[in-house]
């Protein structure tokens, strides 16, 4: 036995110098490799000005684009049939990664050299991380309106260039249930809420226990959703790698949830409970969620699935001090894979997607589209369904977005040793201070 | 007589307690099943009811409309019977050689699986992503059925078993003309049934019921394995319990079915196999 | 020509034996290779890159180079908090779960090796919970457990029981990480019941009579002739048992998502976030060093006690 040990180990001896070697000339080869990965885009962009001439006259072109959930999402078709409609001679493929693990599925995809040529970016830690490795073009010199697009290129754009298109861009609101209103005998939300008055507005409609009670705020399990009030007055981010400013926030959250004013998180996560239940059930009076949910309740009002059908929204609730229509928002957007052969055909269908054309294609199914000109802003509450009060229409429109996660490049360590913290603090795993605590050395090492 | 009182006292004790325990252990299926014919907001109704009064076979249609049920039942299939075949092939292959025949080199090659079966996946489940990466094998079946088909498990079990096999018989068959071929077609692939069905429960079983192998490399959802889809249906729908159970519920069928119809050989197949230690 | 004739006749039998030699180790390369193959390059080549790349820092990305990084991947794990807590849950986790799975395996073992009827209908029951699938079991166990409307609950709160457990919910560690290890032992008793049984039937039944005649109670015959003759079958158990339990992911991911706050991670999670999350490949691989060397010592400790039970 002693005599097996010995030629085990000495064998693994030997395969760790082979490794070595192995790891030496991959090395190599690895390192011998960016400068001819960064040329190419460069080569394709002079190929393809060529190609540009030959592609009107009319040469056929099949674009691969990575999404998400073709099932379950009502714009991609329009916008790939209004696309070819005007381009016959395009070809445009749909891959599905699923929605569950796009990013990791999308760059995993890229490394392993797919053919796609547009890909979908879901969030910003996954364009931090595409950005980081190279896997996209550079948009910047694509003669790019960026003023149209409410300040959000700007927060996405890396030492003076972005690599992606915003296409649809969503906003926080509060939805609220009338009927419950009416039935506590309680004023509506306004467009124009502080967070103590949305927190005071809450308590007040909470009523009623056991099944039939009416919470008065829902907070999902997200960390956005309730800890995220905390950076609306501008004056911090959740990459600044310091965090007591979220005490005052997770001690008002977290006072709601003790007194019975909102669900309990630990018992939501538990059992997954999923937002929408709890709107549609009238188990809450308001919500805050994102615009992405006014066409789902829309459609489960006519289907008879939400039951809340007397409904409205109004703007984001604001700390003291700060103007009405502060908000958060998050945005979905459309790049070009660095290293697709077919750069500016893919570019040119990117442009359309993020552009006013697509902009009025992603409005009529109901989505908020990146670029919310009057028009778009208009069509999108014409939606049968949407509710005919003027304070709805209105809280369509914002004054400042800022974005879930602002861009940084270690955006998706810091966002899971945040929403490691939320978690702890929400279910009472650790007091406030100790979340906060947590937050601010892991984020900090992470820093450096 | 007294004597003969207490045993059979003894033996009643070690029924009830047998049985006490099987009701434990099998508890959460009868639950899921009960769960997999109820609507939603009976499945936690309380007090429970075992049989439903009102059984909802419509779960069992929903299911395959909700999500690609089939594709993913089918990507599952194609994997697992392939991997299982290459790896009772291909094993059971290299241990007749180890196990019959002298060759240079018998021993290191040997030594090389001996010392990576207890290695965890896990430990070099990173480099490989990269290389298979490097290969373009991401996000196809092929990749898994290159990590699974070859498992050194394999080969040291069915060595084990042909260890016990009397040299004799070969030298005999080899007498008489056979080939090696031969005698592992004719004379070794019969007698090993116990441990062939050994190996194909563990391979079958582990390869249905894998998880971490396909979430790191199959991504298209056309290409998602039975458990991926199943655990994408629970994120999707996770109040549908009583879909979610029957989509449990038919996820396991397959692996009930293989396991019983060979659990009879896979006591003797441990047994023989020196996996006791 | 006598003596020129023999070197020649013998050399021609060298020859030829020399060329069956050769054709033996073909035949056996040709059993060995299909497999073999696969097996080097989809599992040694890896395993040896596993080592190389811990000490490198990569993201992944052709265009980004590859870097060495000595033992920086090493000094910023244990500066990393997040992987000692790792390391502790997953030690812990192991060092509770092997004793209670084997003694609940073993138990389970010693009922169903005495001639009894059904026996088999029983041994399937209690291996079923091991071939069945993860995602579908914890799916069920989440919804047993559920701390506002399962079942279980539902019984303790019928009993009187107040401050109900929120279990794989708890903010208390040792309630969320208990609802893991009694999944555990629940999934895997049946597996090493198995074992147990095939040690059980290499028990000389001998011995038994020579402790009967002796006088020996159930008890005494348990703990003097079973366990003795039992000791590779429990070192075996205890070794894979223990690996099991060091290479744990799905379990955690299923039923606590290592939640709460992070309380339950383990090192299989963290290996998993740090290499397909932060993309940092090179950390990744020195975690996985690290469960490689948790479980080296495993191993060893294995191969030292299988000797010394020998001599």
């Keep these: 036995m002693k005599k097996m040990l010995k030629r085990t180990l000495s064998l693994m001896l030997a395969l760790l110098m082979v490794a070595g070697l192995a790891a030496c000339g991959n090395n190599a080869e690895q390192t011998s490799n960016p400068p001819a990965a960064n040329s190419q885009p460069a080569e394709n962009n002079n190929n393809n000005n060529n190609n540009d001439n030959q592609q009107s006259a009319g040469e056929e072109v099949t674009l691969k684009w990575a999404v998400w959930d073709i099932n379950l999402t009502t714009y991609y078709q329009p916008l790939i049939d209004a696309y070819v409609a005007d381009h016959p001679n395009v070809k445009i493929e749909m891959v599905d990664l699923g929605s569950s693990d796009y990013q990791n599925a999308l760059i995993t995809q890229l490394t392993g050299n797919a053919d796609l040529d547009v890909v979908c970016v879901k969030d910003i830690p996954g364009y931090a991380n595409l950005v980081k490795g190279g896997y996209l073009s550079d948009l910047s010199g694509a003669g790019i309106d960026s003023s149209l697009y409410g300040g959000t290129i700007e927060q996405i754009t890396v030492d003076g260039k972005f690599y992606a298109l915003p296409f649809r861009s969503d906003h926080w609101v509060v939805y609220y249930n009338k009927a419950l209103f009416d039935a506590a005998g309680v004023d509506y939300p306004t467009n124009d809420m502080t967070i103590a008055e949305y927190d005071a507005l809450a308590r007040q409609v909470t009523s009623g226990t056991g099944a039939g009670k009416v919470y008065g705020s829902h907070f999902h399990t997200w960390r956005s959703a309730p800890s995220l009030f905390a950076v609306l007055d501008g004056q911090h981010t959740v990459v600044d790698g310091s965090y007591d400013f979220m005490k005052s926030t997770y001690e008002w959250v977290l006072a709601e949830q003790n007194d019975g004013i909102c669900q309990d998180y630990g018992t939501l996560k538990a059992t997954q409970t999923h937002y929408s239940g709890v709107f549609f059930n009238q188990q809450c009076a308001m919500m805050n969620m994102g615009s992405w949910f006014i066409p789902t309740q829309i459609e489960k009002v006519k289907s008879g699935e939400s039951l809340a059908t007397n409904w409205g929204i109004v703007k984001y609730p604001h700390p003291e001090g700060v103007a009405a229509g502060t908000t958060l928002g998050t945005i979905t957007s459309v790049a070009v894979n660095a290293a697709s052969a077919k750069q500016d055909a893919a570019l040119d269908f990117v442009k359309f997607v993020g552009g006013e054309q697509g902009a009025e294609i992603i409005a009529k199914t109901g989505t908020f589209p990146a670029i919310k000109s009057d028009a778009v802003l208009d069509e999108l509450a014409k939606m049968d369904g949407f509710p005919t009060d003027e304070a709805s229409k209105e809280a369509l429109s914002t004054t400042q977005v800022y974005l879930e996660m602002p861009m940084h490049d270690k955006a998706a360590d810091i966002e899971g040793v945040l929403n490691e913290a939320h978690d702890g603090i929400m279910t009472g795993a650790m007091t406030i201070d100790e979340g906060i605590q947590k937050m601010n050395n892991e984020v900090s090492a992470l820093l450096g | ?277 | 020509m006598q003596t020129t004739q023999r070197p020649a006749a013998s050399e021609a039998v060298v020859r030829s034996r020399k060329k069956r030699e050769l054709v033996k180790n073909l035949v056996a390369y040709s059993f060995i290779a299909p497999n073999f193959v696969g097996f080097a390059v989809f599992t040694l080549v890896p395993m040896v890159m596993a080592v190389a790349l811990a000490f490198l820092s990569w993201d992944g990305s052709n265009n980004n180079p590859i870097t060495f990084a000595g033992f920086q991947n090493f000094i910023d794990l244990f500066q990393d908090p997040k992987f000692t807590q790792a390391l502790v849950n997953t030690v812990a986790y192991a060092v509770i779960t092997v004793p209670l799975t084997m003694a609940a395996s073993l138990g389970l073992a010693i009922l169903l090796n005495q001639k009894i009827h059904a026996r088999n209908f029983f041994r399937t029951m209690m291996f079923f919970p091991y071939v069945a699938s993860m995602v579908a079991v914890t799916a069920v166990w989440n919804m047993l457990f559920n701390p506002s409307m399962g079942p279980v609950n539902m019984i303790l709160s019928g009993l009187g029981v107040e401050n109900l457990p929120r279990w794989s919910a708890d903010p208390n560690w040792f309630i969320c990480m208990g609802t893991v290890i009694l999944f555990s032992i629940w999934k895997f008793m049946g597996y090493y019941m198995i074992i147990y049984l095939a040690g059980l039937q290499g028990v000389n039944p001998d011995l038994y009579e020579a402790a009967a005649l002796d006088g020996a109670n159930p008890w005494q015959k348990f703990w003097y002739v079973t366990m003795p003759q039992l000791r590779p079958t429990t070192f075996f158990v205890t070794v894979m048992l223990t690996i099991q339990c060091f290479k744990v992911y799905d379990i955690f991911l299923m039923i606590t998502n290592f939640g709460p706050g992070g309380k339950t991670r383990v090192l299989v999670g963290n290996i998993y976030e740090a290499a397909f999350t932060s993309r940092n490949f090179g950390y990744a691989s020195a975690m996985a060093m690290v469960l490689f060397i948790l479980v080296l010592i495993v191993t060893l400790i294995q191969f030292r006690g299988e000797s010394s039970m020998k001599e």
């Design chain 2, 1 to 277: 007589m007294k004597e003969k009182s207490g045993v059979t006292g003894g033996k009643i004790a070690v029924y009830v307690i047998l049985i006490l325990l099987s009701i434990l252990t099998i508890i959460p299926f009868a639950w899921m099943l009960s769960a997999s014919l109820k609507l939603n907001k009976d499945v936690f109704a309380w007090p429970m009811e075992w049989i439903p009064s009102n059984p909802q076979w419509q779960n069992y249609v929903n299911i395959w409309t909700k999500i690609p049920l089939l594709k993913f039942i089918s990507n599952t299939a194609i994997l697992t019977v392939v991997v299982t075949l290459l790896q009772l092939l291909t094993s059971s292959f290299a241990a007749y050689a180890f196990a019959k025949l002298r060759f240079r080199g018998r021993n290191l090659l040997f030594l090389g699986y001996i010392a990576t079966i207890a290695m965890p996946w896990q430990v070099y489940m990173v480099p490989q992503f990269l290389m298979m990466s490097g290969m373009g094998l991401n996000d196809k079946l092929l990749a898994m059925i290159c990590l699974q088909a070859f498992s050194a498990f394999g080969v040291f079990l069915m060595k084990q078993f042909y260890d016990g096999i009397p040299d004799e018989l070969c030298e005999a068959a080899r007498i008489d003309g056979l080939s090696e071929y031969g005698i592992w077609r004719r004379i070794m692939l019969p007698l090993s049934k116990p441990s062939l069905a050994t190996l194909t429960i563990f391979t079958f079983v582990n390869t249905w019921n894998d998880f971490l192998g396909p979430l790191l490399y199959l991504h298209t959802e056309s290409k998602k394995t039975l458990q991926l889809g199943l655990r994408m249906f629970i994120g999707q729908y996770s109040a549908e319990y009583g879909l979610i159970m029957a989509a449990s519920v038919v996820a396991l069928i397959p692996v009930l079915i293989v396991f019983l119809a060979l659990q009879k050989y896979f006591v003797q197949g441990i047994a023989s196999s020196g996996l006791k230690g």
